[in-house]
T-cell receptor, first 116, second 115 residues
């Protein structure tokens, strides 16, 4: 069965510092995609970054990077130079690709608070 | 503007009174899905649809129905709501999921309270 685990319910980081949000996953699909979403206090879901299981390089999008370690089944989100606006809930998600399993599985989330 | 529109944003209803939450997208996406978000549980997929007239169960389908008669619309139906269906609901759409980096576009959410 597919599963996403986010073990950090909440985290604090000082403004301008980097922070890593942990995500581990479990799947039997040979091909899958991993996603991170941000949910600010206003409630909307914002896509941040994507990593395909066969991508050779770790994904980066501006201040966001995804530390993908396939053998460890981890897909940690790294936010560099944290800003106050980064305070939000962050969700890791996974979806199978092309295997007939098109469910999205989300983790329980990590609430990040950036301190001034 | 590309968007997913859900209505209503807020709804308070009584147990057993049928309700429908509408969802519409203007991006011609094949894939649409519904989620519920509960504290400590993250988002859980209720139903998803790969295309018109093609729907399938997610992880928590009990007590919900969906239909996909048109590509742009994917309503969520609660035939007989119960208090345990009080939750924050999201509709989302994306390109055909087999195409890799097709992130989901989410609606603004519907906060449902069943009393």
């Amino acid at each position: 069965a597919q599963k996403i685990t986010q073990t950090q319910p909440g985290m604090f980081v000082q403004e301008k510092e980097a922070v890593t949000l942990d995500c581990t996953y479990d799947t039997s699909d040979p091909s899958y995609g991993l996603f991170w979403y941000k949910q600010p206090s206003s409630g909307e879901m914002i896509f941040l970054i994507y990593q395909g299981s066969y991508d050779q390089q770790n994904a980066t999008e501006g201040r966001y990077s995804l530390n993908f370690q396939k053998a460890r089944k981890s897909a940690n989100l790294v936010i560099s130079a944290s800003q106050l606006g980064d305070s939000a809930m962050y969700f890791c998600a996974m979806r199978g690709l092309g295997s007939g399993t098109y469910k999205y599985i989300f983790g329980t989330g990590t609430r990040l608070k950036v301190l001034a | 503007e590309a968007q997913v529109t859900q209505n209503p944003r807020y709804l308070i209803t009584v147990t057993g009174k049928k309700l429908t939450v509408t969802c519409s997208q203007n991006m011609n996406h094949e894939y649409m899905s519904w989620y519920r978000q509960d504290p400590g549980l993250g988002l859980r997929q209720i139903y998803y649809s790969m295309n018109v007239e093609v729907t399938d169960k997610g992880d928590v389908p009990e007590g919900y129905k969906v239909s996909r008669k048109e590509k742009r619309n994917f309503p969520l139906i609660l035939e007989s709501p119960s208090p345990n269906q009080t939750s924050l609901y999201f509709c989302a759409s994306s390109q055909y999921p087999g195409q890799g980096a097709s992130e989901a576009f989410f609606g603004q959410g519907t906060r449902l309270t069943v009393v």
